[in-house]
């Protein structure tokens, strides 16, 4: 059964730095894209960062360029999303998300898992 558990949301102030893991099990970590999206209240739910099979490629929305950083862990099967200098608009329920083999997560429609997802809310 595959898995995938997101930590580390919590409530913070504007200019704060987070990070956030997804620890995943189940499934064969070296073969999955992993992926970070997020959904604010009443927005859609939309692409955050994305990171590859190997690790060398990395993406990001330019929302957050220059002040998110994704990194995985081979052994921990775990990737994680540092987030430094967060606004009030960063505020979204965060959800890891994982796709076979794919080049890079950069849409929902290309994640073949998801996890239940992490409260962020970053107070003015």
């Known amino acids: 059964q595959v898995q995938l558990v997101e930590s580390g949301g919590g409530l913070v102030q504007a200019g704060d730095s987070l990070t956030l893991s997804c620890a995943t099990s189940?499934?064969?970590?070296?073969?999955?894209?992993m992926g970070w999206f997020r959904q604010g209240p009443g927005k859609e739910r939309e692409f955050v960062t994305a990171?590859?099979?190997?690790?060398?490629?990395?993406v990001y929305a330019d929302s957050v360029k220059g002040r998110f950083t994704m990194s995985r862990d081979y052994a921990k099967k775990t990737v994680y999303l540092q987030m430094n200098s967060l606004k009030p608009e960063d505020t979204a329920v965060y959800y890891c998300?994982?796709?076979?083999?794919?080049?890079?997560?950069?849409?929902?429609?290309?994640?073949?898992?998801w996890g239940q997802g992490t409260q962020v809310t970053v107070s003015s």
């Open positions: 998300a994982a796709g076979w083999r794919k080049a890079v997560l950069s849409t929902p429609s290309e994640a073949d898992y």
């Open positions: 990171i590859s099979l190997s690790g060398g490629r990395m």
């Open positions: 189940g499934l064969a970590f070296s073969s999955y894209a």
